[in-house]
């Protein structure tokens, strides 16, 4: 027991009768769970003593914690009191068991007064608190450890079933053990102030991460650490293309290092995807390999920024947040990722834990997201589906916070929700009724945004690349900075022809000059 402890034994061999007896339950090895009776003890008794003791540690205690169930009765009725903002003394304890029913269980008035006549002080309640509490967390991985062992054992189990709910269960162990201190505000305003200036040295004068869309940048500040960021759309308004441009425009143009979490496409569709996007060809020209010379040269110049960009894709099929919370901690370890891309939430699960609905299952999902954000310091951004409300909708179809699918719980944790909308899909024509040319018009819409103001911001999108560009920006390339090769009075770019040999090896399809200057 602890040098600190300040209770003392009184009255003797008759006082000690009236003690409730619990017989301690033995592990399958024969051994005594972690326990501190004597602590557990002169916790109660300091609760009962000092006026404040209780709000120094009802964030650190719940009934559970206690291993006597004689103890946790007890602070079941200090807790209502506290609740209820009741004095907390021997008598009003006393009173609240009688209420409950239980002070015939705890032993009667006169263990509770023993409670109070072994303490002193309760200067160390929040010391002997936390011994309690880290004594229960050891019984919970005791308890998590023996059941899972028992089902490793059992070969009707399976492995990689037993292997989520293990992860679920721990993972839930964490979360309800997990506290912060808090922080006094002189170290933080000294990192506020770290980031200011980090800004203003910067040329774009944005705190957070650039997205490559420079009126969205100016409306968030660039992505900030530790946000949520929700993207909604309802299917076809191209959401997965959005986050394909952003995370191009990022890791090639900022060297942002990026991971997608693709539950939907697999690595290659995504890459082709993004060689589309980079290079300006057509997805179905590339599905089929029939380019012209001049493609196959604007294919073989442009894929050059896509080698060693700091892109990294997982495209596991139904992930858990537990199997995504693993690969996260590790890739921002090991590849030092900045921000992250999941597409989508909805197809995430949380296997290994029970929910009375799907609907409770996204709620903790998302409320996992943040939690993650918040842990690894960096922006994520999720993508998710919109309910089919939105299509009885005759306003235009403008998607709006309720439309959010499944869970309002994503509102209320994300730090930012967007939207996609794309009037010329519902319109069907190129002008709105304003006579407005909408043709490759992208509302992307900030609903939501915990930290600044909302507001729409317009982008193009450029259908057969599935590529998303500011609005201003110029359209057209000229044929000049396709290649070298272009100048070739006896070229003809009408036909399909096969590609130019290669050897096989990646350097081979990077082009031989090095002078060309290419947008892209």
């Not at 998710?384 to 909708?393: A, C, G, H, P």
Request: charged share 25%; hydrophobic share 35%; glycine share 6%.
């Amino acid at each position: 027991m602890d040098s600190n402890t300040t209770y003392q034994a009184s009255g003797g061999a008759g006082a000690r009768r009236n003690r409730p007896q619990h017989q301690p339950l033995l592990d399958h090895g024969g051994r005594i769970p972690p326990r501190d009776k004597d602590v557990e003890e002169a916790v109660l008794g300091a609760l009962m003593l000092e006026k404040d003791a209780y709000t120094t540690v009802c964030d650190l205690l719940k009934p559970e914690s206690f291993y006597e169930p004689v103890h946790q009765k007890i602070y079941e009725a200090i807790q209502h009191l506290g609740a209820s903002q009741r004095p907390i003394d021997m008598l009003t304890v006393t009173e609240q068991l009688r209420l409950d029913g239980t002070i015939d269980e705890v032993g009667g008035p006169v263990y509770v007064a023993e409670l109070t006549s072994r303490v002193f002080s309760g200067a160390n309640v929040e010391y002997h608190a936390r011994i309690v509490a880290q004594k229960y967390l050891a019984r919970e991985l005791i308890s998590f450890a023996s059941s899972i062992e028992a089902k490793a054992f059992d070969e009707s189990n399976d492995v990689d079933d037993l292997l989520q709910e293990a992860e679920g269960r721990l993972f839930e162990i964490s979360q309800r053990n997990v506290k912060k201190d808090v922080t006094q505000i002189d170290p933080v305003i000294g990192q506020a102030i770290e980031q200011i200036q980090s800004a203003a040295n910067r040329t774009s004068g944005l705190s957070g991460l650039e997205s490559g869309y420079h009126n969205l940048d100016k409306l968030t500040s660039g992505w900030q650490n530790s946000d949520l960021i929700i993207i909604a759309a309802r299917p076809a308004m191209g959401k997965t293309a959005f986050v394909l441009s952003m995370a191009k425009n990022m890791a090639v143009n900022y060297d942002t290092h990026v991971a997608i979490f693709s539950l939907e496409m697999s690595n290659l569709q995504l890459v082709n995807r993004l060689i589309s996007n980079t290079c300006e060809l057509e997805s179905e020209k590339i599905k089929s390999g029939k380019l012209t010379d001049l493609e196959w040269n604007q294919l073989m110049t442009r894929i050059k920024h896509l080698y060693s960009a700091p892109i990294y894709i997982d495209d596991t099929p139904s992930l858990s947040i537990f199997e995504l919370r693993t690969k996260a901690r590790r890739l921002v370890r090991e590849q030092n990722v900045q921000f992250i891309i999941i597409d989508y939430l909805q197809l995430m699960n949380a296997s290994g834990m029970r929910f009375g609905s799907r609907e409770q299952e996204v709620s903790m999902i998302s409320r996992s997201l943040k939690q993650l954000a918040k842990e690894l310091n960096i922006p994520i951004v999720a993508l998710s589906q919109l309910n089919r409300s939105v299509e009885s909708r005759t306003d235009g179809k403008r998607p709006q916070l309720s439309d959010l699918r499944e869970s309002g719980a994503i509102e209320q944790d994300a730090d930012i929700v967007c939207f996609i909308h794309r009037p010329e899909y519902y319109l069907r024509s190129d002008t709105d009724a304003s006579g407005n040319d909408i043709r490759g018009l992208a509302e992307f819409i900030v609903a939501k945004h915990r930290s600044g103001s909302v507001d729409d911001v317009k982008l193009r999108f450029r259908a057969k690349y599935a590529r998303f560009e500011n609005w201003d920006d110029n359209q057209e390339f000229s044929s000049a900075t396709v290649g070298s090769s272009l100048n070739d009075p006896g070229f003809d770019p009408g036909t399909p022809q096969s590609p130019p040999p290669f050897s096989g090896g990646s350097a081979d399809l990077l082009p031989q000059s090095t002078e060309e200057n290419v947008p892209f």
